[in-house]
């Protein structure tokens, strides 16, 4: 059987690309333009970044604003802020997307596969068996189906909508 390609030349950028200098997080995190660079939440001490060059559509990431490597560096009001917004995340592009599955993980250090080692962060990978199918097993290909645009956009309004209904509901003691 011959080998069949599929094209993603928007990866290209990625690994051809001129790289950074500084922490790409950190250096998101300064601006204040969020849609030029794909930050969809800021919470007080995390914030969430749609991935530039995602494995699946939707492939946000969950990211400390304080700038660590070690997840043993973040204080206990941290981690229950960082913990927060993935459970928060998942929701909105629950609520948004309506995948079947996610699969959440997050890589540390070089020996793991870490594109950004220097700056911990959880992958939040949204998954639709209609999407990918066989092809990440077969293919060992994914397949992104919407634009960033229209990802930013939707996740960006569902963020606001449940945090708004937050706000809203009485507190309870």
Request: net charge positive; with cysteine.
């Amino acid at each position: 059987m011959a080998k069949k390609m599929l094209w993603a030349p928007w990866r290209a950028e990625y690994i051809l690309g001129e790289k950074e200098k500084g922490c790409i997080f950190c250096n998101r995190l300064k601006k204040q333009a969020d849609r030029k660079n794909l930050i969809i939440y800021r919470g007080a001490r995390t914030f969430v970044i749609l991935n530039k060059f995602p494995y699946n559509s939707g492939h946000s990431m969950v990211v400390p604003n304080r700038h660590l490597c070690n997840l043993n560096d973040l204080t206990k009001v941290e981690a229950a802020e960082f913990f927060e917004t993935i459970r928060l995340t998942v929701n909105v592009i629950r609520r948004t997307f309506h995948p079947d599955s996610f699969n959440i993980g997050m890589n540390m250090g070089h020996g793991s596969g870490a594109g950004i080692p220097e700056h911990i962060h959880m992958h939040i990978v949204p998954r639709w068996a209609e999407d990918t199918n066989f092809m990440p097993v077969i293919g060992e290909t994914e397949v992104v189906s919407f634009p960033h645009s229209l990802i930013y956009k939707t996740l960006k309004r569902g963020f606001e909508e449940v945090c708004l209904a937050g706000k809203s509901r009485p507190k309870r003691n």
